[in-house]
Antibody, heavy 119, light 107 residues
Framework: QVTLKESGPVVMKPTETLTLTCTVS??????????VTWIRQPPGKALEWLSH???????SYTTSLRTRLTISKDTSKSQVVLSMTNMNPVDTGTYYC???????????WGQGTTVTVSS | SSELTQPPSVSVSPGQTARITCSGD??????VYWYQQKSGQAPILIIY???ERPSGIPERLSGSTSGTTATLTISGVQAEDEADYYC??????????FGSGTEVTVL
C-alpha cells in the first residue's frame, strides 16, 4: 500500500523557516517513474503547486516562490524535505505531499499538515 | 507561468449532468488531470491524460479536451459528487499549475 505522510510545525512566527518532511512507503524514491510533489492550500482557497523532485534529484519550483523554496530527498529514509524561508501569515494553510506517478499524475496524496503563521 | 481558469461554482440537481470547464493556453499541448476534493479531505485523482479514469473512479465522471479547454463531465450527478474540482497541467520549466477550482453543489 502506497502512503505519504507530512510532518512539520503546526504554528510558526513570521520570518521563520518552515521545514516539512514527507515520509513515503510502498514505493521507492529511486523509481524513475515517480517523483514527489509538494502542494499547498490556503484556507478556503485553491490548490497551489509548489515543487517536485525526481529520482535523479532533478528539481523544479513554482516561479513565484522559487527564491524561498528548497526541496531535497533522502532515499534511504524514504523522505522528501521541503524548506520555505521567511514565512509570513499569507503562507498559512495546509501543505500536502503527493506522489506523481508518470503518466497518472498525482495519484496518491498525503493527509496534509496545517501550518499557521502568526506573531 | 500559465493560468488555468475554472468557473467558481456549478450547481446541479441530482441525476442531471454537470460540466466543469478548465481553460488555459497550456492545455493546447499538455495533458490535463482532474482532482476531486471533498470538504476537509485531501484531493484524489479522478482523471489523468485528459480522459482516462483511475481504477475505482465511477464511469459517470469523464474528461475531454478541445483546443485550450478541458471539460470534466459528471453524468447522473449524485449527492456524493458534491466537492471542489481542480484541473492541473504541466507548465513551463518542468513545473505544474492547478486551476482556480470549481465548487460543485448538488441541489
Amino acid at each position: 500500500q502506497v502512503t505519504l505522510k507530512e510532518s512539520g510545525p503546526v504554528v510558526m512566527k513570521p520570518t521563520e523557516t518552515l521545514t516539512l518532511t514527507c515520509t513515503v512507503s510502498g514505493f521507492s524514491l529511486s523509481n524513475p517513474k515517480m517523483r514527489v510533489t509538494w502542494i499547498r492550500q490556503p484556507p478556503g482557497k485553491a490548490l497551489e503547486w509548489l515543487s517536485h523532485i525526481f529520482s535523479n534529484d532533478e528539481k523544479s519550483y513554482t516561479t513565484s516562490l522559487r527564491t524561498r523554496l528548497t526541496i531535497s530527498k533522502d532515499t534511504s529514509k524514504s523522505q522528501v524535505v521541503l524548506s520555505m524561508t521567511n514565512m509570513n501569515p499569507v503562507d498559512t494553510g495546509t501543505y500536502y505531499c503527493a506522489r506523481h506517478y508518470r503518466p497518472y499524475g498525482l495519484d496518491v496524496w498525503g493527509q496534509g499538515t496545517t501550518v499557521t503563521v502568526s506573531s | 507561468s500559465s493560468e488555468l481558469t475554472q468557473p467558481p461554482s456549478v450547481s446541479v440537481s441530482p441525476g442531471q449532468t454537470a460540466r466543469i470547464t478548465c481553460s488555459g493556453d497550456a492545455l493546447a499541448n499538455q495533458y490535463v488531470y482532474w482532482y476531486q476534493q471533498k470538504s476537509g479531505q485531501a484531493p484524489i485523482l479522478i482523471i489523468y491524460k485528459d480522459s482516462e479514469r483511475p481504477s475505482g473512479i465511477p464511469e459517470r465522471l469523464s474528461g475531454s479536451t478541445s483546443g485550450t479547454t478541458a471539460t470534466l463531465t459528471i453524468s447522473g450527478v449524485q449527492a456524493e459528487d458534491e466537492a471542489d474540482y481542480y484541473c492541473q497541467t504541466a507548465d513551463s520549466g518542468n513545473t505544474y499549475v492547478f486551476g482556480s477550482g470549481t465548487e460543485v453543489t448538488v441541489l
